[in-house]
């Protein structure tokens, strides 16, 4: 029967700022899974930044009520840890006081897919902190549409057909199939504005889930700043998909996303170890983790940290340069953002106060 790979974060404190998840709220996490997670086949509790992941495989299928309930009371008993505890931003996440069903729209980042485990079935979890889920559209279109990222486009057979895309419109709640590659110049027009669309899913041409986001914005849901919505991505690898190199490509150039201090700036996404993914330097720069997988009947062997690489230092220099260069712009724009991408801050604030200070002329 089919495996159902499912990934929910959340942060309920940083400790300290928004910078890491305090040790106790984990091992509050691993304990309840232990405990309570009967329906779980396996599971992996870490963090990235002041995020909290879930990393669960189970047989109840996506959207299953008992798996997202087991991860809201978690969130929710590390949450009372993080008040008793001051943390900072106890509770952020959670945006309701009950679940109720799925907990979808109740704060936390869920990806999740279902499929028949193959004879060997290594995956990769992505998982940001400090930006928002069209980070993940960059990397994406390079794993599954560009082939001088992906040489399998090329010399595969089982991949040179290309891939589907489904889009999300996050602020028109609609989406799209893109086919690659005959789509890719459509495609590019959405998935490059990356606070509006974001790549939800890509399928093989024959339906078979290749890679699966978290693609709601928090923000949008709570009307005022509650932090950003620091996204995961679940991307299965070899045979006739990227292989594993080939879907961690990507990273070895750092590019900008949107993020870093209190969500309102660009700056460089730095692909780190779990070790190394504790963003402090003006909230950041932008931090993506990368932990590797073998799947056997559902139990998960590994972690492998996949940025730990030496390979990967010269994007960390590189993007540390960006930082230092971006930075000096301080509040202009566009290492801020853009008023219109700022309504969801405290700034429409500063905006009404001034209200009457303007003049028509
Ligand atoms: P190995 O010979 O190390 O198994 O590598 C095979 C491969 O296809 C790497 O992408
Ligand atoms: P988080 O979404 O990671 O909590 O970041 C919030 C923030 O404002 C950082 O400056
Ligand atoms: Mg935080
Ligand atoms: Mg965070
Ligand atoms: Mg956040």
């Known amino acids: 029967s089919k495996i159902t790979l499912t990934v929910i974060k959340a942060d309920v404190g940083g400790f300290v700022g928004h910078t890491d ?30 995020d909290i992941e879930l990393i669960m ?45 799925n907990i979808k729209g109740l704060g936390p980042g869920v990806a999740e897919m279902e499929f028949e485990e193959r004879k060997s079935e290594p995956v990769i979890i992505f998982m940001a902190d400090k930006t ?11 794993m599954f549409a560009d082939p001088f990222n992906t040489v ?13 895309f489904e889009v999300y419109d996050m602020i028109g709640h609609k989406k799209i199939i893109f086919e690659t590659p005959e789509d890719i110049y459509d495609m590019l ?15 093989t041409k024959n339906n078979e889930i290749a890679a699966v986001s978290s693609t709601q914005r928090m923000n949008f849901m709570a009307g005022k700043y509650i932090g950003k919505d620091d996204p995961v991505l679940i991307v299965r ?13 990507p990273f070895a150039n750092s590019y900008l996303v949107t993020g870093w201090m209190r969500g309102s700036h660009n700056g460089p996404m730095i692909p780190v170890s779990l070790e190394d993914a504790v963003p402090t330097r003006f ?7 990368a932990l590797g997988f073998q799947l056997a009947e559902g139990k ?27 930075r000096k712009m301080g509040p202009f724009e566009p290492h801020r953002l853009p008023l219109e991408e700022l309504e969801y801050t405290t700034l429409p604030h500063v905006v009404e106060k001034l209200q009457g200070r303007w003049k028509e002329e």
């Open 189 to 203: 027009v959405f998935i490059g504005a990356t606070g509006r669309h974001s790549i939800r899913k890509v399928y």
């Open 283 to 289: 909230d950041g720069p932008p931090r993506v983790c």
């Open 57 to 101: 495989t189970h047989r109840e299928g996506v959207d299953s009520e008992k798996v997202h309930k087991l991860a809201w009371d978690v969130f929710w008993i590390c949450s009372e840890k993080a008040k008793e505890l001051k943390l900072y931003g106890a509770g952020q996440d959670l945006l309701k006081d009950s679940f109720s069903g």
């Open 21 to 50: 998840v305090h040790p106790e709220l984990l091992e509050i996490a691993k304990k309840h899974l232990k405990e309570k997670g009967k329906m779980l086949i396996d599971f992996h509790v870490t963090r990235v930044g002041d």
């Open 152 to 164: 399998g486009l090329v010399i595969d057979p089982n991949m040179h057909q290309g891939f589907k």
């Open 300 to 326: 998960l062997i590994g972690p492998q940290d996949f940025f730990k690489d030496v390979a990967f230092d010269n994007a960390r220099e590189k993007a540390l340069e960006m930082a230092d260069y971006i």
């Open 132 to 142: 928002e889920p069209g980070a993940w559209n960059l990397p994406l279109y390079k």
């Open 237 to 249: 690898c070899q045979n006739g998909l990227p292989a594993i190199g080939e879907a961690l490509e």
